[in-house]
């Protein structure tokens, strides 16, 4: 793990402790002179002093020169006897977590000492330690303080930078927590207004259409014997095309305000179930199916309804997907094919609930409308979600056949925020 040393109380802590290890180093340099070397007082304190605040400059600069500070340690304690560099190796080694790296210059510390000392006495000819053992034990104890407290600071800064890892890796993964719920969320709501607003705005599309044939083709002005169809009610059939139109756009941006006020709630609260629970308790169901054909029926789409039984009684989630999979495939029915023959059947089985679409070859004078390409894809993932069967694909004679079963007889225990 690596230590963050550039909060400021974090370096003023080591800066403090270095300056004290120094400190007491330089005050045991006056200290009868132990070492190879004979520097005069006070010309070996200064000397000492400058080249282990040079070192530990350096060094701190520097992180990955410490096994140089250590090697410089233990020639300025053969050289001269002194211990504030080796005080400082210690410390910075300790403190940095170089266990074997600290426990083998605290060693090779003790060695050179005893050599040294030996070295004075029987080479050099001058005065050793009347004590050696008792010496080199007192040194050895000597070395402990900068270790103990070296390795406890290191200990707290570890201890600190794991806490601060483990809160900082805690925050990202509840701000991806947060960005999955939101994105889920938008995902939803983009969902419901391509469900909603696709399919009033294709009915529009369609009605614009029937008004537009019938003043290009002039039956209004034409008297009334010699219309056809439709074409008989002139200019009041028109103006109910009209009309049409404009309540279907009227709800049309009703539903929009709805569906975007909802996306404001959730994003001011900053709270994705409420925004879903709102959804969720305007999404329609089966009970809007009558509107749904006297609607598409108004657009020129010859719908017909196939029932084998009342679908009251079906569980929530399956009513609102059952209903949803018919007005998507009618949706698509006026999008690619235009007003043709289209047939919705309802069937209620022993063991669940089938609902199918089925419309004839699309109309040859038919423009194709622009779609998302991700509606029966969507319808797939819904369906499933409630453990029933989705199939759709086109028929040889040009025809199109959506269909959908879910199980009610056995439960299927799906969230309501996964489901929508």
């Not at 050696?132 to 570890?158: E, K, T």
């Not at 890796?169 to 938008?186: F, I, M, S, T």
């Amino acid at each position: 793990m690596i230590i963050d040393d550039r909060h400021p109380l974090r370096r003023a802590g080591v800066a403090v402790t270095l300056l004290i290890l120094l400190a007491i180093g330089v005050a045991g340099s006056i200290l009868p002179e132990r070492g190879l070397l004979h520097l005069p007082s006070p010309v070996g304190q200064i000397a000492t002093a400058t080249v282990s605040v040079a070192v530990i400059i350096t060094v701190t600069v520097r992180q990955r020169w410490l096994p140089l500070l250590m090697a410089a340690a233990i020639a300025e304690l053969l050289l001269t006897g002194r211990p504030p560099l080796m005080f400082v190796a210690i410390y910075l080694g300790s403190l940095r977590g170089r266990r074997l790296l600290t426990l083998c210059t605290a060693g090779l510390a003790v060695i050179a000492a005893a050599v040294t000392d030996l070295l004075r006495r029987t080479v050099l000819g001058q005065e050793g330690s009347s004590d050696p053992l008792g010496w080199l034990s007192s040194f050895g104890i000597y070395l402990l303080m900068p270790a103990v407290v070296g390795s406890w600071q290191g200990a707290h800064r570890r201890l600190v930078a794991g806490l601060d890892e483990r809160a900082e890796l805690a925050e990202r993964e509840q701000q991806l927590r947060a960005d999955r719920a939101r994105a889920e969320e938008r995902a939803r709501i983009a969902e419901e207004m391509h469900d909603v607003v696709a399919h009033q705005v294709s009915l529009m599309v369609l009605y614009a259409g029937a008004v537009g044939s019938r003043l290009s083709a002039g039956s209004v002005d034409r008297p009334v014997e010699q219309r056809q169809g439709s074409d008989r009610l002139g200019t009041a059939g028109v103006l109910d095309q009209v009309e049409l139109i404009r309540t279907t756009g009227r709800s049309t941006l009703r539903q929009l305000r709805e569906v975007l006020g909802v996306l404001r709630r959730s994003g001011a609260e900053d709270d994705g179930d409420s925004g879903a629970s709102d959804i969720d308790q305007s999404q329609p169901g089966l009970a809007e199916l009558d509107a749904l054909v006297r609607s598409s029926r108004a657009a020129g789409l010859e719908l017909s309804v196939d029932r084998t039984d009342d679908p009251d009684g079906l569980p929530t989630l399956i009513d609102q997907a059952a209903f949803r999979v018919i007005r998507e495939a009618v949706t698509n029915v006026i999008k690619h094919a235009g007003p043709v023959a289209t047939r919705i059947g309802l069937l209620r089985r022993s063991d669940g609930f089938e609902v199918s679409v089925r419309n004839g070859p699309p109309a040859p004078d038919h423009d194709r409308l622009p779609g998302s390409g991700t509606g029966l894809v969507s319808l797939r993932h819904r369906v499933e979600l409630l453990g029933g069967s989705f199939d759709a694909g086109p028929r040889p004679d040009g025809g199109f056949d959506v269909r959908a079963a879910f199980p009610v007889a056995q439960q299927h225990p799906v969230s309501q925020e996964l489901v929508s």
